[in-house]
């Protein structure tokens, strides 16, 4: 037993009590066995089964998952519970792909700061009667929207800059030959990479997307997905998510005026993804394969909220949140972090570099924002090229930034496509064909 441990006799307070000190009137239940989990924490650091920790807190509440922080002497554990609202949200498929995939990065990406896995269980057969993972505590803070606001323009510079460079790790390329979601097979890795021992033989593939965006209705996957293969296509992928869309658009009542208007859409994009798929800016560099160059894509890539900083801001402590992470044409993944695309709408902003004339004074502030956002993507473009100058060059691209835009229609859904309706019936076919006789527009 490690000098840091207490041996005392402890009792583990109550999921509602650990509500109460967490916040006033919360009192959200995930059916948590608070004893069973620090049993599990125990478990993961190979403590003996006496040691009491210094504390169990709540850390935080999103909009998936329950965050407590366990603290044994120096080492703190993060437990994820998910909430108990959505089934998605507990979906063992889904976090499965959550696991394999911080597994994937902690293997093929080591100086990337994600969490590691330390434990898991993908349901709530076992003694803390909930699905929960068990992970190195990340250090550092988020930045808020009001701490960047305020920030000076230097300050914003080496954020930038501290972002670009881990997400030129990220986006490196990946040795798989489909698109869609990491899955592993094989023993976890993870609680032995952490204790310093030789890990057992894990093996990474690949599956179909899958699907992002859950709410209170999203049911549960499919089992068979877990056993099949990803597209091996951009097309085939594009494809999967209009025929989703078909499905959904038919259960619209035949009487909305707006049916027929998203059909159109529906066939105009069928049409886009088929000339888009051919447009792939790196399918022609010499690289000996006809497959294309894929990397993983963080989908969420947000400093408010998931990357994390040291105290002074500069250094990333931690990328957190990979949920959604999916595998991808790596032009696709050529993305910039949300705050500097108007909140991710759309991936690639037309720049800014001077308010309108007869702008009102009321509209400046969003004219100045969208300048500000102009040079910071440069910069951050600036900053990638120094890792890795084939990545920063799809940012600009114009075949990269139309299958981009596309890819944003297609895999958000139809209920988005009012909001860019203009373009797909009447700007992006020409487009599209413009892009596939010269290459460039």
Known sequence: MSTGERVLTYVAPSEAALNSAFRDGYNVICGLNVEHLIDAARAALRLHKTAAPNGIRILAHGAYNKVFLIEFGSTSLIARVPLPQSAAARDPIRFKSYTATLEFMALSRPDVPVPRILSAQPSRANPADVPYTLAEFCKGTSIAHLEWLNMPNTS????????????AKIAAPVPFNALGSIMADGPSTSSWMWQG???????????????????????????SMETRCGPTTIAEHWHYHLDAARHSIAKIPPDDDEKPLFMQCLDTLRELVNIASSLDPLMNLGKGSAAPEVALMHVDFAFWRNVLFSADRTRIEGIVDWDDAIVVPRDIAAQYPEELTHHAWPPDPADVFAIPPGTLFEDTPFWRLSIEETHLR?????????????????????????????DHLVTQGWRYWAMDIDWILNTAMDEARALSQNGTV
């Not at 910069?379 to 596309?406: G, I, Q, S």
């Open 156 to 167: 914003k510079g080496i954020i930038v800059d501290l972002l670009a460079e881990q997400w």
């Open 197 to 223: 021992r030789s890990a057992p033989q894990r093996t990474f593939r690949i599956i179909p997307m899958i699907p992002r965006y859950v709410h209170d209705s999203t049911t549960l996957l499919d089992p």
């Open 378 to 406: 440069k910069r951050f473009r600036d900053a990638l090229r120094k890792f890795d100058p084939e990545l920063a060059t799809l940012y600009t691209d114009r075949r990269a930034r139309f299958r981009r835009r596309v």
